[in-house]
Nanobody, 119 residues
Framework: QVQLVESGGGLVQAGGSLRLSCAAS????????MAWYRQAPGKQRDLVAI???????NYADSVKGRFTISRDNAKNTVYLQMNSLKAEDTAVYYC?????????????WGQGTQVTVSS
């Protein structure tokens, strides 16, 4: 099993910045993609950004140019730098990782961290 521990959420004013971190606990597993999703009240969970083990990234159109996803493979940690935050970025942010061994991978989720942007 892989546990994902998130940190860095909080309350920030519109235009401000936050940095989320997510560390995977199990170093014996190979981690493939890592990603951040978010879920606002009453809405579905949507992909925000994703990064491959090689560093290739992809972003939701709504965050392009404002958010940056990165990872430290040595620490099994993924980051989400969020700049120019808007009220509509308010949501619970979840870390996701595809991890496994012996060629068998599963999807793992963090517990979520609240990001609130006040206007």
């Amino acid at each position: 099993q892989v546990q994902l521990v998130e940190s860095g959420g909080g309350l920030v004013q519109a235009g401000g910045s936050l940095r989320l971190s997510c560390a995977a606990s199990e170093s014996a597993f190979s981690i493939n993609t890592m990603a951040w999703y978010r879920q606002a009240p009453g809405k579905q969970r949507d992909l925000v950004a994703i990064i491959s083990s090689g560093g290739s990234t992809n972003y939701a159109d709504s965050v392009k140019g404002r958010f940056t996803i990165s990872r430290d493979n040595a620490k099994n940690t993924v980051y989400l730098q969020m700049n120019s935050l808007k009220a509509e970025d308010t949501a619970v942010y979840y870390c996701n990782a595809r991890a496994g061994r012996f060629g068998m991978f599963s999807s793992y989720w963090g517990q979520g961290t609240q990001v609130t942007v006040s206007s």
